[in-house]
């Protein structure tokens, strides 16, 4: 399947004001890529915007195609303004709903659309099939130039949208509003993308249970809910039965602020969509669901999460790996970088907000990308030294500042960190979200793979009495997880696949902030289970061509 993204400058309204935004082939969302498991996508990426573009393939696994990644820094250098790149790949081993969209910080906020991948030519779904499908993409807007909102903290956005649109619940955009219309007794499938830049959402339709069927592009054991919570960046395909009687109904979604966010986020009046049944009569009042809210909110978010389970003996399902090589606890969150001298800051004590894994902050390389400097053995660019745990223990989720050591432990140390993994090896991961600063939800989503989701909590993980409660039967699997406020989540996946692999919150305002690490990957016993060489025309950092031509005698394909 081959494809091309033209990135332009174009004029839009979603709401009262015409705001000049970066799109793709002049479309908010941008296109949908349609393909089938088994195919091989060619992207064409044209950049005539004025910025520094990448584009990433969200969840894809990118096997034998790191470079493809489209991670900017990680794995290439970034498209340049009036210039071109051309993205290969092929999809295997996975079917559902996912996502491309830009690696560039705030970027996303526009440049993004859904990937769709089927079963190949005569493979069923393993679930009835639907009468049509739609997808949904849910998008936060901002009135404002977007390189405003590089300035920290984020700015509240104005506005989210739903497959481009705000709905009535804006006096501007009354009459543009996205409609489904349905035939009562018929079922869809409804492809759910949250691509808001730094938002999870909750989406509810009024009168109408859904069935999830598949979360980040992996099957589920069919869950019947009335409600769902979507982080940035994950998806749900969820059978939508038009059981009710003739009428119309609100589809809606609404932010989800858990505890002290410093991400802010606008009013929380629900962005509404409409379901139209056949012959309803769009004079009547749309019915109307009542969205989570307060400290429900939170048990709402976390009773859908913790209740998804994979369906054993579906398309690619496998089981979970017994034996772990590598066990890692990694403490996440925000915290202080000191502020310069001469400067106001607005974060606390006076200091500049910041973000840490184990306590460090990830600086993203400046001159080359990562994985071209672990592939040509350049020094300097990254340490190989990413603790498996955090360097003091402490009250994880309780955080408070009583002396002067825990006052030190909030500035955490600026450095590229990668942690090594060598092939095939099994990696489990507690992830344990702390009360340094705020605490909430953060998105954590790897780049490469699908994890197990074994378990979820809240407070400090408790390596005994929740070990015990860890689901290795039919866990979730997923390639972005929201850990919950003050709370932890167990992942484990294979590392399968060379190459360099970022792990990172999902919420663009925290990018900045250094809430990143990278895994490497080392090769395997075979060529064909070994980082391949860049392609030749891979974007480069530097208009010096013999700066790269150079590298190429560092390399040992197979060390």
């Given at each position: 399947?081959?494809?091309?993204?033209?990135?332009?400058?174009?004029?839009?309204?979603?709401?009262?004001?015409?705001?000049?935004?970066?799109?793709?082939?002049?479309?908010?969302?941008?296109?949908?890529?349609?393909?089938?498991?088994?195919?091989?996508l060619v992207v064409h990426v044209i950049n005539n915007s004025t910025h520094n573009i990448t584009i990433h393939w969200h969840g894809v696994f990118q096997l034998k195609s790191?470079?493809?990644?489209?991670?900017?820094?990680?794995?290439?250098?970034?498209?340049?303004?009036?210039?071109?790149?051309?993205?290969?790949?092929?999809?295997?081993?996975?079917?559902?709903?996912?996502?491309?969209?830009?690696?560039?910080?705030?970027?996303?906020?526009?440049?993004?659309?859904?990937?769709?991948?089927?079963?190949?030519?005569?493979?069923?779904?393993?679930?009835?099939?639907?009468?049509?499908?739609?997808?949904?993409?849910?998008?936060?807007?901002?009135?404002?130039?977007?390189?405003?909102?590089?300035?920290?903290?984020?700015?509240?956005?104005?506005?989210?949208?739903?497959?481009?649109?705000?709905?009535?619940?804006?006096?501007?955009?009354?009459?543009?509003?996205?409609?489904?219309?349905?035939?009562?007794?018929?079922?869809?499938?409804?492809?759910?993308?949250?691509?808001?830049?730094?938002?999870?959402?909750?989406?509810?339709?009024?009168?109408?249970?859904?069935?999830?069927?598949?979360?980040?592009?992996?099957?589920?054991?069919?869950?019947?809910?009335?409600?769902?919570?979507?982080?940035?960046?994950?998806?749900?395909?969820?059978?939508?039965?038009?059981?009710?009687?003739?009428?119309?109904?609100?589809?809606?979604?609404?932010?989800?602020?858990?505890?002290?966010?410093?991400?802010?986020?606008?009013?929380?009046?629900?962005?509404?969509?409409?379901?139209?049944?056949?012959?309803?009569?769009?004079?009547?009042?749309?019915?109307?669901?009542?969205?989570?809210?307060?400290?429900?909110?939170?048990?709402?978010?976390?009773?859908?999460?913790?209740?998804?389970?994979?369906?054993?003996?579906?398309?690619?399902?496998?089981?979970?790996?017994?034996?772990?090589?590598?066990?890692?606890?990694?403490?996440?969150?925000?915290?202080?970088?000191?502020?310069?001298?001469?400067?106001?800051?607005?974060?606390?004590?006076?200091?500049?907000?910041?973000?840490?894994?184990?306590?460090?902050?990830?600086?993203?390389?400046?001159?080359?990308?990562?994985?071209?400097?672990?592939?040509?053995?350049?020094?300097?660019?990254?340490?190989?030294?990413?603790?498996?745990?955090?360097?003091?223990?402490?009250?994880?989720?309780?955080?408070?500042?009583?002396?002067?050591?825990?006052?030190?432990?909030?500035?955490?140390?600026?450095?590229?960190?990668?942690?090594?993994?060598?092939?095939?090896?099994?990696?489990?991961?507690?992830?344990?979200?702390?009360?340094?600063?705020?605490?909430?939800?953060?998105?954590?989503?790897?780049?490469?793979?699908?994890?197990?989701?074994?378990?979820?909590?809240?407070?400090?993980?408790?390596?005994?009495?929740?070990?015990?409660?860890?689901?290795?039967?039919?866990?979730?699997?997923?390639?972005?997880?929201?850990?919950?406020?003050?709370?932890?989540?167990?992942?484990?996946?294979?590392?399968?696949?060379?190459?360099?692999?970022?792990?990172?919150?999902?919420?663009?305002?925290?990018?900045?902030?250094?809430?990143?690490?990278?895994?490497?990957?080392?090769?395997?016993?075979?060529?064909?289970?070994?980082?391949?060489?860049?392609p030749s025309n891979l974007p480069q950092c530097t208009r010096d061509p013999t700066i790269y031509e150079s590298l190429a005698t560092n390399v040992d394909l197979y060390s």
């Open positions: 399947m081959q494809t091309t993204l033209r990135v332009k400058n174009v004029a839009v309204k979603p709401l009262c004001k015409e705001q000049m935004i970066p799109t793709v082939n002049g479309r908010l969302p941008g296109p949908t890529i349609n393909v089938r498991e088994g195919d091989t790191s470079w493809m990644d489209g991670a900017n820094m990680i794995t290439q250098c970034p498209i340049q303004p009036r210039n071109n790149f051309t993205y290969r790949f092929d999809i295997t081993g996975q079917e559902g709903t996912l996502l491309w969209h830009a690696h560039v910080v705030n970027l996303r906020a526009t440049l993004h659309g859904a990937l769709i991948i089927r079963p190949r030519s005569g493979r069923p779904y393993p679930f009835p099939k639907p009468y049509k499908e739609v997808p949904l993409v849910f998008e936060q807007w901002w009135d404002a130039d977007i390189e405003l909102l590089n300035s920290r903290p984020a700015p509240i956005s104005d506005a989210y949208l739903i497959n481009g649109l705000a709905g009535d619940s804006y006096p501007c955009s009354t009459n543009r509003m996205f409609k489904l219309r349905v035939e009562q007794g018929k079922t869809y499938l409804l492809r759910i993308i949250n691509a808001a830049l730094n938002t999870h959402l909750f989406f509810k339709i009024a009168n109408h249970n859904v069935t999830v069927v598949s979360v980040d592009a992996a099957y589920t054991t069919p869950y019947v809910s009335d409600v769902m919570i979507l982080t940035p960046g994950q998806t749900v395909d969820a059978l939508l039965t038009a059981d009710q009687p003739i009428g119309t109904y609100y589809m809606s979604i609404s932010p989800y602020t858990s505890a002290n966010s410093l991400v802010p986020v606008p009013p929380s009046n629900p962005i509404r969509s409409l379901i139209v049944y056949e012959g309803a009569k769009l004079t009547t009042s749309p019915s109307s669901p009542l969205m989570p809210s307060g400290m429900i909110a939170i048990s709402t978010a976390h009773r859908f999460s913790s209740n998804i389970t994979s369906l054993v003996g579906g398309p690619y399902w496998t089981p979970v790996p017994s034996h772990v090589d590598e066990k890692m606890f990694v403490t996440m969150g925000l915290g202080l970088n000191p502020c310069p001298q001469g400067t106001k800051c607005i974060g606390p004590f006076g200091q500049r907000y910041s973000g840490s894994l184990n306590n460090r902050t990830f600086l993203i390389p400046e001159t080359i990308s990562l994985q071209e400097a672990y592939f040509y053995n350049i020094g300097g660019v990254y340490t190989d030294d990413f603790p498996n745990q955090p360097p003091t223990k402490f009250d994880y989720a309780n955080f408070g500042v009583r002396t002067n050591s825990e006052y030190k432990m909030m500035f955490p140390e600026r450095k590229t960190s990668v942690k090594t993994l060598k092939y095939n090896s099994t990696v489990e991961i507690v992830v344990q979200n702390t009360g340094m600063i705020s605490a909430e939800s953060h998105p954590m989503h790897l780049h490469g793979f699908n994890f197990y989701v074994l378990g979820y909590g809240f407070g400090n993980y408790d390596p005994i009495r929740d070990a015990e409660k860890l689901n290795l039967v039919n866990p979730q699997m997923h390639n972005t997880v929201g850990v919950p406020p003050g709370g932890w989540v167990v992942v484990r996946f294979i590392a399968n696949n060379p190459g360099a692999w970022m792990f990172h919150c999902h919420m663009d305002a925290h990018l900045p902030y250094g809430i990143i690490m990278v895994f490497i990957v080392k090769n395997g016993p075979t060529p064909e289970t070994s980082l391949q060489p860049p």
